[in-house]
């Protein structure tokens, strides 16, 4: 059993808070954010990650490609993330589901559509 504490879906998780979750260094932490692998927000307050985000305690594989996708489309830090959690209709589900379930490619043709 870990002493890695699980990030509940609903939380956000703030520098710290990924810093016990990932069991990473703060160095290694910035870089995963600085090289996409996940994306935060200063909506409430200090920077903080969706929890959900984080699976098994590792930034979500699928999620970095769709980030990229999303940031080439132009969509902010903020628009990005409100996308991957709200419903959306072709994939009946919000993005986040459907990539936690491995659909990467349906969810990345969405976004590819929203360019």
Do not use: C
């Not at 703030?14 to 160095?27: A, K, R």
């Not at 999620?63 to 991957?84: H, K, N, P, Q």
């Amino acid at each position: 059993m870990s002493d890695v504490p699980a990030a509940s879906p609903g939380d956000w998780l703030t520098t710290p808070d990924l810093v016990e979750v990932l069991g990473e260094p703060l160095g290694r932490v910035r870089r995963l954010i600085a090289e996409q692998h996940l994306v935060g927000s200063t909506r409430n307050g200090a920077f903080a990650v969706p929890g959900i985000f984080i699976v098994d305690g590792r930034p979500l594989a699928s999620l970095r490609g769709t980030i990229i996708v999303l940031a080439d489309a132009g969509f902010s830090d903020d628009e990005i993330i409100d996308w991957l959690l709200a419903e959306d209709e072709e994939l009946g589900r919000p993005p986040i589901a459907a990539l936690l379930d491995g659909h990467k490619s349906a969810v990345r043709r969405v976004a590819r559509a929203l360019a």
